[in-house]
């Protein structure tokens, strides 16, 4: 194998690999390792390049239309989606759904219709259903119609005292699934009388329901029954129970009076 020289102190080495390292060692600079595209040079780079200089890659590459790397077929032409108007522009510079002169005076800041059948979520306006209770005829929008329609408050309360019976009524207390178990009734009865046997929410008294209000469970009896901390008797607490007519306790267990609030009513003490 023909030895390798330092260009600069004629030293001989067996491998090319020698020279180079001997020559970035002893005389602090690494030999040329690759040509310059453009003017042929020598020149050293740690990573792959072409041209020894900005200027030879200058020199040889065009950024002129086709040979720009960013190139995309030139302008194209489209219509301004305000005025109509013919119009030329890069696609890599934008959409293209203005000309420049509506672009300059604003126009497109023009904000979208949004009133009735414009809306873009526009699906036929109100409809007229019946009521599942009454029969009477009463409008709704389409995304008010699921399940059960009522006209009024009371439709829908009458709706439920006939139709959510047994174990599907909030007021069921033999389910074999959830059984409130041992103390309910001593609870019950202790709530009640701590408020005044009068639902806590509207003030009717037992006298004028013609029968007690119902005693509702603020944090589910299934919670504390599911919970790895608190039994089933924990649910039972006075601070957990509050007295309410059967209307305002439908209110309630379906989420349309806040937990915070049940929670203020229901007076401390008892436990």
Same mark, same amino acid.
């Given at each position: 194998m023909s030895p390798h020289e330092c260009p600069s102190c004629n030293r001989s080495f067996e491998t090319d690999l020698g020279v180079r390292i001997h020559h970035s060692k002893a005389h602090d600079e690494a030999l040329p390792n690759r040509v310059c595209a453009n003017c042929g040079g020598e020149f050293y780079s740690e990573y792959e390049r072409k041209y020894c200089s900005e200027g030879c890659r200058s020199e040889a590459v065009s950024f002129a239309g086709a040979e720009n790397p960013n190139y995309s077929g030139g302008k194209v032409t489209t219509s301004c989606e305000i005025c109509d108007e013919q119009f030329e522009y890069y696609p890599s510079e934008k959409e293209g759904r203005y000309c420049p002169d509506c672009v300059e005076s604003e126009q497109w800041r023009s904000p979208p219709a949004l009133s009735g059948s414009d809306h873009?979520?526009?699906?036929?306006?109100?409809?007229?259903?019946?009521?599942?209770? *009454?029969?009477?005829? @009463?409008?709704?929008? =389409?995304?008010? @119609?699921?399940?059960?329609?009522? *006209?009024?408050?009371?439709?829908?309360?009458?709706?439920?005292?006939?139709?959510?019976?047994?174990?599907?009524?909030?007021?069921?207390?033999?389910?074999?699934? @959830?059984?409130?178990? =041992?103390?309910?009734?001593?609870?019950?009865?202790?709530?009640?009388?701590?408020?005044?046997?009068? *639902?806590?929410?509207?003030?009717?008294?037992?006298?004028?329901?013609?029968?007690? =209000?119902?005693?509702?469970h603020i944090t589910s009896v299934r919670w504390f029954v599911d919970s790895e901390q608190y039994s089933r008797g924990d649910a039972h607490t006075l601070s957990n129970l509050v007295s309410l007519c059967r209307s305002c306790h439908r209110k309630a267990e379906d989420g349309d009076i806040p937990k915070k609030t049940l929670q203020s009513l229901a007076q401390q003490g008892g436990d």
């Open positions: 873009p979520r526009w699906s036929g306006g109100k409809r007229t259903v019946g009521c599942d209770m *009454c029969g009477s005829e @009463i409008e709704r929008w =389409p995304n008010e @119609i699921d399940g059960q329609t009522f *006209c009024d408050v009371d439709c829908r309360g009458e709706w439920l005292s006939e139709n959510i019976t047994s174990e599907d009524h909030p007021n069921w207390k033999e389910s074999s699934d @959830i059984a409130y178990g =041992p103390g309910w009734e001593q609870s019950r009865t202790r709530t009640l009388e701590r408020d005044n046997h009068q *639902c806590q929410l509207c003030g009717v008294s037992a006298s004028k329901l013609g029968q007690n =209000p119902d005693v509702h």
